[in-house]
C-alpha cells in the first residue's frame, strides 16, 4: 500500500529555535497533506490541512505564524515550529489524501516526537 | 458537527478470549468509519473501514467491525486476542459533508494479558 513518510522521527531543540518536520508521500501524489498532534495519552487533533500550491487552512486556536505550513510539491509538506518552547513539545503525525480511486484513502505517517528544552 | 466516543480509557482481557472495543459516532451524513492502531511512538495504522455494503467489515490482523445504523456504533471486535495486540486503538469518522476530514475518537489503550 502508499507509504507516508516523515522526518525526522524524533528532535530534541532549545527554546526559541525553530524545527522543521519534512512528511512525503512515497508513491503517491498528494494535493492534500494533514497535520494533527497528539499529546500523550490523548487523540489526534488535527492543526491544519495543507493544499499543494496555496495556503493551509487552520484549525481553530492554531496559530499560523507558530506552525509554518509549505506544501510545495505533489509530494512533499513541511511544518516548521517556529521559535519552539516546552508547551510546543509534542508527536505530530501528517497525513496524506491519495486521490486515485473513489475513496480517497488517507495515510498517515509513522510521527515525528518534538521535544522542546 | 460530528463526533466520536470511545467510552472505555481501557480495556483488559486475556490472551486467547474474544475482545470488543466499542465505538459510537454522530454525523450529519452518511458516516465513513475507520479503526486505527497506534503501537508506542508509532504512527496510526490503518486497521478497517466501512463506507457502505455489508454491516460486518473485516479488516487486518483477524480485526472486524460491525456498522449499527441504529445504534451509530461500530465495535471492534476479535475473536481471540494475542498479546502482541496490546496497543491503542482510534475510532475515526469522515463526514462528507463536512469537508472530509478524519475525527478521531480519544482512543481506548487495550492490554491482552498472557
Known amino acids: 500500500g502508499a507509504v507516508v513518510s516523515q522526518h525526522p522521527s524524533w528532535v530534541i531543540c532549545k527554546s526559541g529555535t525553530s524545527v522543521k518536520i519534512e512528511c512525503r508521500s512515497l508513491d503517491f501524489q498528494a494535493t492534500t497533506m494533514f497535520w494533527y498532534r497528539q499529546f500523550p495519552k490523548q487523540s489526534l487533533m488535527l492543526m491544519a490541512t495543507?493544499?499543494?500550491?496555496?495556503?493551509?487552512?487552520?484549525e481553530q486556536g492554531v496559530e499560523k505564524d507558530k506552525f509554518l505550513i509549505n506544501h510545495a510539491s505533489l509530494t512533499l509538506s513541511t511544518l516548521t515550529v517556529t521559535s519552539a518552547h516546552p508547551e510546543d513539545s509534542s508527536f505530530y503525525i501528517c497525513?496524506?489524501?491519495?486521490?486515485?480511486?473513489?475513496?480517497?484513502?488517507?495515510?498517515f505517517g509513522p510521527g515525528t516526537r518534538l521535544l522542546v528544552l | 458537527a460530528q463526533s466520536v466516543a470511545q467510552p472505555e480509557d481501557q480495556v483488559n482481557v486475556a490472551e486467547g478470549n474474544p475482545l470488543t472495543v466499542k465505538c459510537t459516532y454522530s454525523?450529519?451524513?452518511?458516516?465513513?468509519l475507520f479503526w486505527y492502531v497506534q503501537y508506542p511512538n508509532r504512527g496510526l495504522q490503518f486497521l478497517l473501514k466501512?463506507?457502505?455494503?455489508?454491516?460486518l467489515v473485516k479488516g487486518s490482523y483477524g480485526f472486524e467491525a460491525e456498522f449499527n445504523k441504529s445504534q451509530t456504533s461500530f465495535h471492534l471486535k476479535k475473536p481471540s486476542a494475542l498479546v502482541s495486540d496490546s496497543a491503542l486503538y482510534f475510532c475515526a469518522v469522515r463526514d462528507w459533508n463536512y469537508g472530509q476530514n478524519f475525527v478521531f475518537g480519544p482512543g481506548t489503550r487495550l492490554s491482552v494479558l498472557p
Open positions: 497525513s496524506a489524501r491519495d486521490s486515485r480511486g473513489l475513496e480517497e484513502t488517507q495515510y
Open positions: 495543507s493544499n499543494e500550491g496555496s495556503k493551509a487552512t487552520y
Open positions: 454525523v450529519s451524513g452518511n458516516p465513513y
Open positions: 466501512y463506507i457502505t455494503g455489508d454491516n
